[in-house]
């Protein structure tokens, strides 16, 4: 059989039991939280007064600190992209509705609440350019993006396992930030946010470990195919508006180093998570070229880590048209 037969029927065997992944890793939507939950209520009579609120704690929030939340929030944005992705990997079939095409679905609908959460609150704020940031979500939808997965689940379940855990990081410290500035209301709301990615990340991460315990060699090689690509991020494509697509996204991974809300150590330091996770040391049955596979990544993390030692990061800050020093 073709690798690609292969994974096919890997992933329909794993099917069988996409519906118990559905009832532990996803909330039911009368259950879970919305948006609404924790902005200022605008059927209230104190509506003004919440809004008033919420706008004079947010200005102690420093410059990097929002460049860094609307990065956040428009790579939330461009959710479109990432539901059409995953429905074209093999073992996804939306015209049949079958059990993965399920997943996608009801994992998009609580990714989405994501993107509303935020933009509502930087709305409110009125600490940024919403016009510039709107132009700069639809051009990251236009322009979509490459994460070098192809159609093939096993890598595509990587980069997910991956980038779940990495959102979840860079909600966490942006909601820790918010608390030690003494805005608790964004505190809760990214905490939220950063819980929900906790569980997607738990969810794909254990997809890959099914998959290791059916077919270990060739995700074994999955794996490292990844690692050896290094995994890029949603809004690598990210524009500002009247750009072509530049480094916009290294000016905000910038900005996200230097107040510490995502950092080259926390790369290694999932990668190393990811490695522990799926007992990269202990899968037996593999054939050669998998063995080196398993060796060349048990070695990477402290490898890579000596790398991000040297890594110096700008100290000027780059003017994004999404904050303007003015409004701060």
Known sequence: MSLKNIRLEVMQLLEKNVSSYVDQYLIPVEKIWQPSDFLPNSESDNFLEEVKELREIS???????WVAMVGDMITEEALPTYENWLMEVEGVDNLERNGWAKWV???TGEENRHG????KY???SGRVNMREIEMTTQHLINDGFDIGTGRDPYKNFVYTSFQELATYVSHNRVSQLAKSYGDTKLAKMCKMVAGDEMRHHLAYSEFVNQ????DPSEMMLAFQYMMKAKIVMPAHFLRESGQKISSAFEHFSDSAQRIGVYTA????????KLIEKWQIDKISGLTDEAEKARDYLMKLP?????ISER??????????????????
């Open 211 to 214: 998959i290791f315990k059916i």
């Open 59 to 65: 200005k102690d929030l420093p410059y990097d600190f």
């Open 311 to 328: 890594l110096v990061i700008p100290q000027e800050s780059f003017q994004f048209k999404w904050v303007e020093p003015a409004r701060l």
């Open 265 to 272: 150590s926390d790369y290694v330091d999932i990668m190393q």
């Open 105 to 107: 679905r009801q994992w």
């Open 116 to 119: 509303d959460l935020l933009n």
């Open 122 to 124: 930087l709305y409110l």
């Open 302 to 306: 402290a490898r890579m880590a000596r």
